[in-house]
T-cell receptor, first 111, second 122 residues
Framework: QKEVEQDPGPLSVPEGAIVSLNCTYS??????FMWYRQYSRKGPELLMY????GNKEDGRFTAQVDKSSKYISLFIRDSQPSDSATYLC???????????FGTGTKLQVIP | GAVVSQHPSRVICKSGTSVKIECRSL??????MFWYRQFPKQSLMLMAT?????????EQGVEKDKFLINHASLTLSTLTVTSAHPEDSSFYIC??????????????????FGPGTRLTVL
């Protein structure tokens, strides 16, 4: 079983739609949950992170963690064509432990 | 924000040659740098953790004699792919951890990624 599972997509939505991106993980020791955005042929950039369970909102983006279900989500409201990218979830047990990435979900927002 | 650069951005080489990729932290010191490999439609796979002044720590299955890592200063780590073969063709990405932020205790906000290097071995 992979440590992190993520649907690779692709996911196509019309501009203005609400996007839901999800990952599941297997190790209950993970405490830090991150979302990275990666444009084509570029390195990933950190979008959001959460610690433990709960929600975190930043503008049009909301990250949600449900540790009981080992399920993490990223919601994008009022999606824009500029949001078109691959979104990778990432998890870590914290401190100096390595970060484990999901396979990424490719999102396309159609004008 | 912290910036990490990589050079070259893309390289094409013949099978059997060696290729060196540089990763630099431009405006911060990085005691620790990471090297990842990403195949098309696959996730980032950690290859090794590079520590300044000491030997790199390689992930299981990664040949340390094939992927040589040198982290000689607090702002530079290099990855050398020795005797490259077509199966080594991939996107190589480095990241650097800014130890000056939060003491490095929160990986989510102290790891910055470079733009990646596309390696094609003919």
């Amino acid at each position: 079983q992979k440590e992190v599972e993520q649907d690779p997509g692709p996911l196509s939505v019309p501009e203005g739609a609400i996007v839901s991106l999800n990952c599941t993980y297997s190790n209950s020791a993970f405490q830090y949950f991150m979302w990275y955005r990666q444009y084509s042929r570029k390195g990933p950039e950190l979008l959001m992170y959460t610690y433990s369970s709960g929600n975190k909102e930043d503008g049009r983006f909301t990250a949600q963690v449900d540790k009981s279900s080992k399920y993490i989500s990223l919601f994008i409201r009022d999606s824009q064509p500029s949001d078109s990218a691959t979104y990778l979830c990432a998890i870590s047990s914290g401190g100096y432990q390595k970060v484990t990435f999901g396979t990424g979900t490719k999102l396309q927002v159609i004008p | 924000g912290a910036v990490v650069s990589q050079h070259p951005s893309r390289v094409i080489c013949k099978s059997g040659t060696s290729v060196k990729i540089e990763c630099r932290s431009l405006d911060f010191q990085a005691t620790t740098m990471f090297w990842y490999r990403q195949f098309p439609k696959q996730s980032l796979m950690l290859m090794a953790t590079s520590n300044e002044g000491s030997k790199a720590t390689y992930e299981q299955g990664v040949e340390k004699d094939k992927f040589l890592i040198n982290h000689a200063s607090l702002t530079l780590s290099t990855l050398t792919v020795t005797s490259a073969h077509p199966e080594d063709s991939s996107f190589y990405i480095c990241s650097a951890r800014d130890q000056g932020l939060a003491g490095g205790s929160r990986p989510e906000d102290t790891q910055y990624f470079g733009p990646g290097t596309r390696l094609t071995v003919l």
